[in-house]
């Protein structure tokens, strides 16, 4: 029955990780929606709304939790307390970066740049996994993400500059989700909510001295209502959740999930044009995700069929 248990919880954990890179996967749709205006308006604008609505949600349904946070960092020591507000502080200043750039990039580079950054940050999350968090890794594991890397290699023989950007937005969320594994024993919606408080610090000053006009139009409302909520605090949500129980490796490898949507959408939805070597690297990068999470599944199969 334990086994059960923990098959069920361990599914959980596997699915919610597998959801949120599923659901960033069609965030080109939205954001090219709302192509014609600013990247830094549907960043600030995006980062606002969602603060408004968890805020919103947090006092009206999840007051108890907040005030138990409180509590519980009031009574931390000192050094504690240090501690958890630099890696709040440093979580926000990442997360802010990695929107600014993917938002700019799917606008101002390519699709497939954005869909790059994806398929680097799986390999730099597991990297600083295993060197900084001494997460281990099975052989068959190691082999997965060496082949990802080699898939890597091939679709980044292209623009330098679509590498550039890729690496950046990469390496922004690959260190967050770095640090949602090491900021433990507090309600992950009660962190993100502190996170996004920190980025509007820095966003409301910039709308406040903005130098484009407050858009009217209605469909970029409804957009950016839409990415503030399905596409921001749903699947973050979901990947700090999934890290309770499973390891940053594991999410991050499972990211491989969004650029594999948005390459599709870039070949169908968007007809941007696509060599066939493309087609080739991400049908590989396809495998190493089979590969990599090949025990994972097969644990959960065997522990299913137990009475």
């Not at 006092?59 to 931390?76: E, P």
């Not at 190691?142 to 898939?151: E, G, N, P, Q, V």
Request: proline fraction near 4%; hydrophobic fraction near 55%.
């Amino acid at each position: 029955m334990e086994n059960n248990n923990e098959t069920v919880s361990r599914g959980k954990y596997l699915f919610a990780a597998f959801l949120a890179p599923f659901i960033w996967g069609f965030m080109s749709i939205p954001v090219r929606w709302i192509r014609d205006y600013p990247a830094e308006d549907i960043l600030y604008f995006r980062i606002v709304t969602a603060l408004a609505v968890l805020w919103l949600y947090i006092l009206l349904f999840q007051r108890k939790t907040l005030y138990a946070d409180i509590q519980k960092f009031k009574g931390l020591t000192s050094r504690d307390k240090i501690r958890q507000t630099s890696l709040i502080v440093l979580a926000s200043l990442l997360i802010f970066g990695n929107w600014f750039t993917y938002i700019y990039a799917v606008n101002h580079v390519s699709i497939q740049s954005a869909a790059l950054a994806y398929l680097t940050c799986p390999l730099i999350t597991a990297a600083a996994a295993y060197f900084i968090l001494k997460e281990e890794l099975q052989p068959l594991q190691k082999i997965a993400l060496l082949i990802a890397f080699a898939s890597v290699c091939l679709l980044a023989k292209g623009s330098l500059n679509d590498v550039l950007w890729a690496a950046t937005i990469a390496t922004c969320y690959a260190f967050y989700l770095i640090l949602q594994r090491v900021s433990t024993g507090f309600n992950k919606l009660n962190q993100l909510v502190v996170q996004l408080s920190i980025c509007a610090l820095f966003v409301i000053p910039k709308l406040m001295y903005n130098h484009h006009d407050i858009p009217f139009n209605p469909i970029f409302w409804s957009t950016i209502l839409l990415i503030a909520v399905v596409f921001t605090i749903i699947p973050l949500f979901l990947s700090m959740y999934a890290l309770i129980g499973i390891s940053s490796t594991t999410t991050g490898v499972l990211l491989y999930i969004n650029p594999l949507i948005a390459f599709t959408l870039a070949a169908t939805y968007f007809q941007e044009p696509i060599p066939f070597i493309k087609y080739v690297a991400y049908g590989i990068i396809l495998v190493a995700i089979i590969l990599f999470n090949s025990s994972n599944f097969r644990q959960i199969r065997k522990n299913s069929a137990k009475p």
